[in-house]
């Protein structure tokens, strides 16, 4: 597959102490299409992983935002799509360090998302073993918990599907359209959140199965973790725990935003055991994180339901 039928693409990542993965699965791809524009985003990290970054980048002739600073995912995200948009991208794909993708799964969404701009796509992401890691996912409106859309039950459930931040391409009216991503979540669930305002703002969101992509989960977060029950890292326990209630405090009314607050500490408690019982034997890190994600999301949903009732009694 050659440029013509990439033209106006731009794949966007955004890096953060990963410059290794970013030579072990963009660089090979775009050696192969040396002229594919390529936008990385360096979240700030360290001096040295900025001097890897840039050497790599110029060597591969990559595009770059260098932050001085870290904005997260999200923040790094629309400053790297600011960039492709100013430098004529008109298609967006957006990659995580850790993900591969070929040229024929890139051309089976680009072919998806010309025919249907309005539509947010994603493809089917296998771990490196082989095992499926995304094919859509599902978040239950009734207590805020996210499973496999294969889990979904046959019986009535009340689901928000979402697609994985890990590989998504979107024209760049669709992402003109929603605004990019909420800074706020900084890492985890700003995917959920996009995924939630493109269906809202009136469009799709759709896994193409046929475009497969390769992630080892968790190699951003240094974890290396690629299975349930490997290790996470202190950062994927506290902002998948708080940001679910800022997800609340955005998305849901009074009555959603309290039935979310009363169970989170067992779904807490879930997502500390992703990470394994065996990791409280060597640290009781994640348990402190997991209590500081508890404390800062029950102040967002706390702030949020006091300015709702203030503007109630106002209105």
């Known amino acids: 597959m050659g440029l013509a039928e990439f033209d106006g693409l731009a794949i966007v990542v955004v890096n953060y102490g990963s410059s290794a993965l970013l030579a072990e699965h963009l660089a090979p791809l775009t050696r192969r299409q040396p002229d594919l524009l390529t936008v990385v985003v360096d979240n700030f990290s360290s001096e040295r992983e900025r ?144 995924s939630q305002r493109v269906v809202a703002a009136g469009g799709a969101i759709a896994v193409a199965s046929e475009a497969i992509a390769i992630h080892s989960q968790g190699g951003t977060q240094g974890a290396g973790a690629t299975h349930y029950g490997d290790p996470k890292s202190d950062v994927y326990y506290y902002y998948n725990i708080r940001n679910r209630l800022l997800y609340a405090a955005r998305h849901l009314d009074s009555e959603g935003i309290e039935r979310w607050r009363r169970v989170t500490l067992p779904i807490a408690w879930e997502v500390l055991l992703r990470g394994g019982r065996r990791q409280f034997l060597r640290s009781l890190s994640p348990l402190y994180a997991a209590y500081r994600g508890v404390r800062d999301g029950r102040r967002l949903v706390k702030d949020e339901l006091k300015m709702r009732r203030r503007e109630a009694a106002s209105g």
């Open 51 to 194: 001097s890897l970054v840039v050497a790599l980048a110029d060597d591969e002739g990559w595009h770059t935002v260098l932050p001085t600073g870290n904005t997260g995912f999200g923040g790094g995200m629309n400053r790297g799509v600011l960039l492709a948009e100013q430098l004529g991208a008109r298609t967006l794909l957006l990659v995580n360090p850790d993900a591969e993708i070929a040229e024929p799964a890139i051309g089976a969404l680009l072919e998806r998302s010309h025919e249907w701009p309005r539509t947010l796509f994603a493809p089917q992401i296998l771990r490196p073993d082989g095992t499926v890691w995304f094919n859509g996912s599902d978040l239950y409106l009734e207590d805020g918990r996210t499973r496999s859309s294969r889990r979904r039950p046959t019986t009535f459930a009340d689901v928000q599907p979402w697609l994985s931040g890990a590989c998504l391409m979107l024209s760049d009216q669709l992402w003109r359209l929603i605004g990019g991503f909420d800074e706020e979540y900084f890492l985890y669930w700003e995917d959920i959140d996009f």
